[in-house]
Structure formats: C-alpha cells, structure tokens
C-alpha cells in the first residue's frame, strides 16, 4: 500500500462494512483515521480499537453528515484530537427500502438526498479551508454501479447517487489548483437492498467478469490508492469496482 503517514482521515460512515475496511486499510498505509457514525458507537469503537491494536492512531466521532452542525463539530474534533483532515471518504449512505417512486413521500426524499449527497456537500465545506492551506487534499466519493444501470424502485437513492459523480466531477474542476483532487468510487450497499446472499452472488456471477463477490477489501485498497500520491495526477474520475458489471 503507497504510505500516508502524517495524514488524517475522515471516514463517513465508517464504523461497518465499506466504512470500517477503508479505516482499517487507510490505518494500516498509515493514516490516523477518525470512525464517523451516526448510531452504532460499540462499531466504531471497536473499529478504532483494532487500529490502535495494531499501532495506529484513530478515534470514532459522531454526527449526522446531513446537518451542518454535526458536520462541523465533527470535523473540528478530528482537527483538535489528530490534526486537520486531509483524507475526506464520504461513504455514509442511506437507501430506505425497495418502493416504487409514487410511493416515496416527500420526506424519505429529501432524508435520502441529504444523507447521500447534501453530506458531501457539507463536509467538503468544513475540511476546504485546511485543504488548502497545505495545498493537499483527497476527497473520495463513495457512489453506486446502480448509477449506469438503473434500479427500479430506488429512484431518490439512484438519484443521489449520480448527483455524487456529478459533484466529484465539477469540484475537480474548481479545486485542482488548490492541489485537491476528488474522485469517486462505485459500489453497492448490497446487504441492506438484497438480504438473500446466496441467490444474489449467483445471480451476479453471471453479471460479472470476474466471478466472485465483490468484498468490502476491494473497494479499501482503492481507496488507499486514490488517498495516496500515487494517485497525484488523478482527478475527478469515477472507478468503478465491481468485478466487471458495468464496464464504463
């Protein structure tokens, strides 16, 4: 993994699944990561303690990524306990559950759009001004491979998720001269959409070129590139990193 010592992280969502294995990834490249969650502590908690474990520095901070307040005060506890954030992952999601889209009220609406791409917008805002300043900056966008292929009764999780590639791609327009660098990354928050594992990994295998499940390891060792310098003249890129699925 290319070394990131002497940066912070941030993880959005990082106390489970994707979250937890991009924290626990970016730690062992050497990055002291702070474990974002919203309601499960004893995860993130435990996700920090397997990095100190190990030699690492972490700590978990709560807040809700889709209000400003939260947003803030978690960026300035990261700031005063390990240092200004300079590695930002936006991988907190909602989804809700499978409706059609005349069953999706006003509010579930606007709840997922806030959480999946209000937060990015939020964040980015509290962690620009130390970005700058060290003239460095990572900002990785966690998205979905629903984006190219359409989800049927998904339409306010597909569509923020596309509003997020569109975000990375028009920040990289504007920040590049400040030598921030955002990217985004496609993936599913499969186990919350389809609980039945067995008939989903072969109903994909016949989707996908390569043919296993894609595991939350994959998208962290990505993650951990896009972080590091080996990625310094990468910019405003969607990766997609799923086996093969939607090749784009």
């Known amino acids: 993994m290319p070394p990131l010592d002497n940066r912070v992280a941030l993880v959005t969502g990082g106390s489970r699944g994707i979250g937890r294995a991009i924290c626990i990834a970016l730690a062992q490249s050497g990055a002291s990561v702070a474990v974002n969650y919203l309601a499960k502590r004893s995860a993130a908690e435990s996700a920090v303690a397997e990095i100190s474990g190990a030699g690492g520095r972490a700590m978990a901070v709560p807040g809700d990524v889709s209000i400003a307040a939260d947003v803030d005060a978690m960026v300035q506890a990261v700031a005063d306990e390990l240092g200004p954030v300079s590695i930002l992952v936006n991988n907190a999601g909602v989804t809700d559950a499978h409706k059609p889209w005349q069953q999706i009220d006003e509010a579930e609406w606007d709840r997922v759009l806030a959480v999946n ?76 959409l389809f609980p039945e594992q067995a008939e989903l990994a072969t109903r994909m295998n016949q989707l996908q070129s390569i043919k296993r499940r894609g595991l939350p390891d994959d998208i962290a060792g990505a993650t951990v590139f896009l972080a590091s310098d080996a990625s310094a003249f990468i910019t405003g890129q969607t990766i997609n990193i799923d086996g093969g699925w939607a090749m784009h």
């Open 117 to 192: 791409l209000k937060s990015c917008y939020l964040t980015l805002r509290a962690v620009y001004p130390a970005m700058r300043e060290a003239g460095w900056g990572r900002i990785i966008n966690v998205s979905s491979v629903t984006v190219h292929l359409g989800q049927a009764n998904l339409l306010h999780y597909v569509s923020a998720k596309a509003g997020m590639i569109g975000f990375t791609r028009t920040l990289a327009r504007e920040v590049g001269v400040d030598g921030i660098t955002p990217g985004a990354i496609q993936t599913e928050s499969e186990l919350e």
